[in-house]
């Protein structure tokens, strides 16, 4: 079973940087899929960027250029370097594990069954 814990959320100034790490357990994480989703109040869960077992970097429209994330495979983490903050990305993050096998693409929620509890995110204007 894959377990994960989200840290470093936090309350920001817009224009402002945070980092979110992800810490993985459980067998095999590096055959996983790992990423990063977030929730608004109202709003659906939504795709933030993801990387994959094979090293690649996905990320949603409204993540290009400002986030970036990384993956240290040899201690089972992921995290979410967040730069030039604006208040719509606060929200809940969530880090999430994908299934494997699955044939859901990579940026849709429905390939990932196990997931953290979240962090909150707050950007102030």
């Known amino acids: 079973q894959v377990q994960l814990a989200e840290s470093g959320g936090g309350s920001v100034e817009t224009g402002g940087s945070l980092r979110l790490s992800c810490v993985a357990s459980g067998p095999l994480i590096s055959d996983h899929a790992l990423g990063w989703f977030r929730q608004a109040p109202g709003k659906e869960r939504e795709f933030v960027a993801a990387?994959?077992?094979?090293?690649?970097?996905y990320y949603s429209d409204s993540a290009k250029g400002r986030f970036t994330i990384s993956r240290d495979n040899a201690k089972n983490m992921v995290y979410l370097q967040k730069s030039s903050l604006r208040p719509e990305d606060k929200a809940v993050y969530y880090c999430?594990?994908?299934?494997?096998?699955?044939?859901?693409?990579?940026?849709?929620?429905?390939?990932?069954?196990?997931w953290g509890k979240g962090t909150q995110v707050t950007v102030s204007s």
């Open positions: 990387f994959s077992n094979e090293g690649r970097a």
């Open positions: 999430a594990a994908d299934s494997p096998q699955s044939l859901v693409t990579i940026i849709r929620l429905a390939r990932y069954p196990h």
